[in-house]
């Protein structure tokens, strides 16, 4: 079989863990299989990066950032391909541009528009395992670019995509999706199958397990996606197309995203065109709005809220700044976060979003805006009550049954 591996931070995160991984790949190749395998940088790696670059600067040049971030993956790429070499397994690194993965020129935030496979395919049919370095490729122009945060997730399944994989295994300290984080919830149990929109929903709503983005490309290009463990053999769980009588289940797991912030805008002149500006000028810089409420205005002004990921709320705060004329009163708040319910049967069920509601109200917990879609419902409470609300929901739903 023609498999990918990838594995997270957590996973090659000492030299120690490395030659662990490098062990369960000699293992997967002498099983005989051919192997491309997809490392992050060692945890914690990216963030010091970035702090790096903050001494110097607010705001370093975005190519730089790329230039600088690219260099974690790149270390633990070479420093695998060497275990491998050393235990007799014929092993080369590549950085994401030598494997041949062509991206737009958005610096930090680039998406893959290509892969050019011959690299790679050169290399397998050697009989060598391919090293890849996540979450990198370089533009048209040869200038290296990053996928943003958590993007070699994302390298993986493109690349399983691009070469025609058996299946991409993504390997974590977490063996498999859990219905909600088992770190919040002890209780949480694991999946052993999970469609590729709930897992996109639970993915964008929070559950970082896996960058939703990769969610979205499996469902695209068909890729089984299999969660698994890196500190153990157990089985883990697949990622695929939605399986007949799934509806049965109606919410089939619990999101949390804490790194949400509120923006909250008072007496904004509600004329045509208003909403157009500030959120065409948010888009400009990239910023990801969700959650939007605007309610019926009285003499001629109306209220806007809207949440976008904490990191980006200074920004967001300059923007709106810029905008005094129309607003009358601003309001920025960090301390909330976002917790989901996500589940196929909620579209052909009723009184789904009810049951969380009744059940916040119980344990005291103020809602704070409601977004609901067909297969989620979403609600920004205050940050104190994350763990609070992701437990009473996933027992409310008898998830820990
Ligand atoms: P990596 O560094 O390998 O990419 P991540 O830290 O990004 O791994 O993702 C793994 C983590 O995701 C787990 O440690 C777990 O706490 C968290 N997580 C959040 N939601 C879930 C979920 N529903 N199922 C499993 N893990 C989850
Ligand atoms: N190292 C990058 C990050 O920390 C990419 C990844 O780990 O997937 O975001
Ligand atoms: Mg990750």
Redesign the pocket.
Known sequence: MLIVHK?????VGSLERIKNVANRVAKAKRDGNSLVVVV?AM?GETNKLVDFAKYFSPNPSKREMDMLLSSGEMVTASLLAIALSEMGIDAIAMSGGQAGIITDGVHTYARIKTIDTGAMRREIDRGRVVVVAGFQGVNQNGEVTTLGR?G??LSAVAIAGAIGADACEI????D????????VEPR?KKMSYISYDEMLE?ASL?????QNRSVELAKKLNVKII?KSSFSEAEGTVIGEERDGMETLLVS?I??DRNQARVSLKDVSDRPGIASEIFTKLADENINVDMIIQNASSNGLTTLGFTVPESELPKAKEIIDNFDHDIGGKDFDSNICKVSIVGVGMKSHSGVAATAFTAMAKENINIEMISTSEIKVSMVIEQKYAELAVRTLHSVYELDK
């Open positions: 594995y997270g931070g957590t996973s992050s945890s958590g070699s997730d390997y974590s300290d977490v498999g999706i859990y219905t909600t984080d088992p770190r949480a639970l929070g559950a970082k397990v896996l969660a797991g999101a949390l």
